[in-house]
């Protein structure tokens, strides 16, 4: 059984930053890719950024160049730097992890951190 919290979302500003995190514990051998996803008010889940256990980012390009995400394998920890947030930015934030554990590979999903971005 793998869980993964996460915490940092709130209500911030247009133009403030927030930081989330999202901790992975359980019966882990081994995690390979984590990254976030979000979903707006009435919208589908989308991608947001991904990091491989190398270190390799990607982000979707409506965030690139304002979010930053990286992971500290020690912890077990995925993090997401988000900067000059704007309305749009808006969601539900989902935090995944590909990770090997005593019942097998699998995706594992954090609960959800709501991120409001309004003035």
């Known amino acids: 059984q793998v869980q993964l919290v996460e915490s940092g979302g709130g209500l911030v500003q247009p133009g403030g930053s927030l930081r989330l995190s999202c901790a992975a514990s359980?019966?882990?051998?081994?995690?390979?890719?984590m990254g976030w996803y979000r979903q707006p008010p009435g919208k589908q889940r989308e991608v947001v950024a991904g990091i491989t256990s190398g270190g390799s980012t990607n982000y979707a390009a409506s965030v690139k160049g304002r979010f930053t995400i990286s992971r500290d394998n020690a912890k077990n920890t995925v993090y997401l730097q988000m900067n000059n947030l704007k309305p749009e930015d808006t969601a539900v934030y989902y935090c995944y992890a590909g990770a090997r554990a005593t019942t097998g590979w699998g995706r594992y999903w954090g609960q959800g951190t709501q991120v409001t971005v309004s003035s």
């Open positions: 359980g019966s882990i051998f081994s995690i390979d890719a």
